[in-house]
């Protein structure tokens, strides 16, 4: 089956300070990838979608030079959060499509945890 | 996109059959009901996919009645790993970028 994978699992960094986050598809090709954000006790809100090779497109509300998306490759795309703040602490998930025969089917990374302090 | 209803919570027992209704009165005709689970500080799992009538797989079954308006989630003879939250999303036929919505889910809570 497809997986995906993120790295780091978890990350704890202080105001101010920028944080990557990355997402790869391990066995599979992934044009499109998808960032979500989670909140405690929530569920998951889309915060844009990457597309390799071309800019990402943000959803509304969601600050496109706070949080850097970059998919260089077919297989990786990253989410950087520029000078982090305590509110963007939060479940940073990302997700890609891969045909199964599943319409629209998206394999989902295990999640980065931010903490800012 | 069709917005989906469901419970917020529910609870059940080891070995009892546990059934999430979902409504989506608005959903289109190119549109399929899938399920995801997600386990906490975990990214959510595909469960289930279907259009109308009946699905079941080794997971669980979904049932879509006639109008399609609704769907139910069933899970045979639940366990105290099927602890987690269920999202029911509707998925756009026509959805040219292949995105998901999702709704609050339901937090399942299995007890002992």
């Known amino acids: 089956g497809a997986v995906v994978s993120q790295h780091p699992s978890w990350v704890i960094c202080k105001s101010g300070t920028s944080v990557k986050i990355e997402c790869r598809s391990l066995?599979?090709?992934?044009?499109?990838m998808f960032w979500y954000r989670q909140f405690p006790k929530q569920s998951l809100m889309l915060m844009a979608t990457?597309?390799?090779?071309?800019?990402?497109?943000?959803e509304q509300g969601v600050e496109k030079d706070k949080f850097l998306i970059n998919h260089a490759s077919l297989t990786l795309s990253t989410l950087t959060v520029t000078s982090a703040h305590p509110e963007d602490s939060s479940f940073y998930i990302c997700?890609?499509?891969?045909?199964?025969?599943?319409?629209?089917?998206?394999?989902f990374g295990p999640g980065t945890r931010l903490t800012v302090l | 996109l069709a917005k989906t209803t469901q419970p917020i919570s529910m609870d059940s027992y080891e070995g009892q059959e546990v059934n999430i209704t979902c409504s989506h009165n608005?959903?289109?005709?190119?549109?399929?009901i899938t399920w995801y689970q997600q386990f906490p500080s975990q990214g959510p799992r595909f469960i289930i996919q279907?259009?109308?009538t009946k699905v079941t797989n080794e997971v669980a079954s979904l049932f879509i009645p006639a109008d399609r308006k609704s769907s139910t989630l069933s899970l045979p003879r639940v366990s105290l790993s099927d602890t987690a939250v269920y999202y029911c999303?509707?998925?756009?036929?026509?959805?040219?970028?292949?995105?998901?919505?999702f709704g609050g889910g339901t937090r399942l809570m299995v007890k002992p």
């Open positions: 279907g259009y109308k």
């Open positions: 997700s890609a499509s891969w045909t199964s025969g599943i319409y629209n089917e998206q394999f």
């Open positions: 608005n959903i289109a005709t190119n549109d399929y």
């Open positions: 999303l509707v998925v756009g036929g026509n959805n040219a970028g292949n995105m998901l919505t």
């Open positions: 990457s597309n390799e090779g071309s800019k990402a497109t943000y």
């Open positions: 066995d599979f090709q992934a044009t499109t």
